[in-house]
């Protein structure tokens, strides 16, 4: 999450969603750069609103900007699929090797899910509370380009995005029958995404 007091913005930090390559870009330029750990770097907007937002409008204003990229559903899952591919997560329970895309989605959609699975819902990160406390500005992650125009006018800066956190290529195939579940089952996320221009 990226905190920007002269421009009044807030960037939060949706997992999966090409946010690491903003805030290398942009961490310089923030007021706060919350980076770490993992937990406070992607606060959703619940956590934001408990923690971070009654800092932020007693001394920046309450008039501040909210922004977060979105990514397409069955993608974002990819993303965490490929990424728990990687070898130092060989042998713990988050680790999706040797595990097709087709197990990881199934483990998804199950009742409890398994630790590798467990990662959580775009639109369940930027639920709106109940005082109102929302994300004002959506960009899809598939035009990031959007994003970062938003950002450079915004910010009055120049934006270089590095390539950061990519993950390996992996077959991303789905069944008819499981890309029908999923989109039944996560049809809030589908919506989101499907809202944003």
Known sequence: ML????????????????????????APHAAMAVLDP??????????????????VEKFIGEDVATVALIREPVSWLGSWYRYRQRAFLAGKPVSTQ???????????????????ANVGSQAKFVEARPNGTSISHYFRYENMDACVAFLQERLDVEIALPKVNVSPKQDMTLSPELAARLKAACRADFELWASID
């Open 3 to 26: 905190i920007f007091s002269k421009a009044k913005l807030v960037l939060f930090s949706v997992p999966k969603t090409g946010t690491t390559a903003l805030e290398t870009a942009l």
């Open 38 to 55: 993992p937990e406070l770097k992607h606060s959703p907007v619940y956590r934001y609103n408990r923690f971070f937002r009654p800092m």
């Open 98 to 116: 040797d595990m097709s895309f087709e197990d990881f989605v199934a483990a998804y959609l199950a009742e409890a899910r398994p630790a590798f």
